[in-house]
């Protein structure tokens, strides 16, 4: 089946430093979706990208849709400590199920 | 703009009793999705809801099943509840054919 696979698992990173994480797959997609998800809390929509090679930011987030549409890319710049928390790539499965398929999320620790 | 609200908070279960779970969607989207967290796990779909009916469903038995009102709210029910159960279970809500879905802030369920 469709697996979205993203790495790092995890990050321990100095506060002001910049983050990159990534999230591939062996299939095609129309859609690629980056979340946020912190503890307790249901994920959080950072970024949806429509469009092979589309470029989007969201402060200091920014996303990219690979130009071969089976990846996806997300860096943050300057992290602070409230970016802490695990980070979900998502993409919308093959049959016309309303299904998204998530990754295993990259967890992200900023020291201050 | 209201967003997607799930009741209750949390909610503790014996196996083999039955549970029902509830969400109101965003204002405007007409489309709501089940999804089941695991701790440490992204979001599985368990199903879709669109116009009241069950639009696609993800690997889950029959009896997890799920209503849909003509206000657009839902609920999720599981009969039978067993102690893999014990999850977060999040809802969902978009408009239909987008595959851009927002979050609530999930059903925390225990099963003993």
């Known amino acids: 089946g469709q697996q979205l696979n993203q790495s790092p698992q995890s990050m321990f990173i100095q506060e002001g430093e910049d983050v990159s994480m990534n999230c591939t797959s062996s299939?095609?997609?129309?859609?690629w979706l980056w979340y946020k998800q912190e503890p307790g809390e249901g994920p959080v929509l950072l970024i949806a990208?429509?469009?092979?090679?589309e470029l989007t930011s969201n402060g200091r987030l920014t996303a990219q849709f690979g130009i071969t549409r089976k990846d996806s890319f997300l860096n943050i710049s300057a992290s602070i400590p409230s970016d802490v928390g695990i980070y979900f790539c998502?993409?919308?499965?093959?049959?016309?199920?309303?299904?998204?398929?998530f990754g295993q999320g990259t967890t992200l620790q900023v020291k201050p | 703009e209201t967003g997607v609200t799930q009741s209750p908070t949390h909610l503790i279960k014996t196996r083999g009793q039955q549970v029902t779970l509830r969400c109101s969607s965003q204002?405007?989207?007409?489309?709501v999705s089940w999804y089941q967290q695991a701790l440490g796990q992204g979001p599985q779909f368990i199903f879709q809801y669109y116009r009241e009916e069950e639009n696609g469903r993800g690997n889950f038995p029959p009896r997890f099943s799920g209503l849909q009102f003509p206000n657009y709210s839902s609920e999720l029910n599981v009969n039978a509840l067993e102690l893999d159960d014990s999850a977060l279970y999040l809802c969902a809500s978009s408009l239909w054919r987008s595959d851009t879905q927002y979050f609530g802030p999930g059903t925390r369920l225990t099963v003993l």
């Open positions: 990208l429509y469009k092979a090679g």
């Open positions: 299939s095609i997609f129309n859609t």
């Open positions: 204002s405007g989207h007409n489309t």
């Open positions: 998502a993409a919308p499965g093959s049959s016309n199920t309303g299904k998204l398929i």
